[in-house]
Nanobody
């Protein structure tokens, strides 16, 4: 069992930066692949980024590639999403998720989810 709690969301101007954190509890965090997803009002949840258990492998959605970076600290049971050059279209509720096994970009492949944190980017 893994419990996830996101933090770090907020209101930022376009071009600004935010760092989201996802704190995990449970013995399996260090062996879990982690993912970031987001959902804007009236839209489906979409993949943002994923990172494998060691942090050595990452994968990003084209819409955030070059602007967002995900990393993890297994000693702190925490995964991060550094978001730079934010755009109004990045506005959404951001979720972290965990799964056993390799990285994945489909939401249904993740077993555990956080409650989400709101990110709002003003123009």
């Amino acid at each position: 069992q893994v419990q996830l709690v996101e933090s770090g969301g907020g209101l930022v101007q376009a071009g600004g930066s935010l760092t989201l954190s996802c704190a995990a509890s449970g013995r399996t965090f260090s062996s879990s692949a982690m993912g970031w997803f987001r959902q804007a009002p009236g839209k489906e949840r979409e993949f943002v980024a994923t990172i494998n258990w060691s942090g050595g492998s990452t994968y990003y959605a084209d819409s955030v590639k070059g602007r967002f970076t995900t990393s993890r600290d297994n000693a702190k049971n925490t995964v991060y999403l550094q978001m730079n050059s934010l755009k109004p279209e990045d506005t959404a509720v951001y979720y972290c998720a965990a799964r056993t096994g390799s990285i994945a970009y489909r939401a249904y492949e993740y077993h555990y989810w956080g409650q989400g944190t709101q990110v709002t980017v003003s123009s």
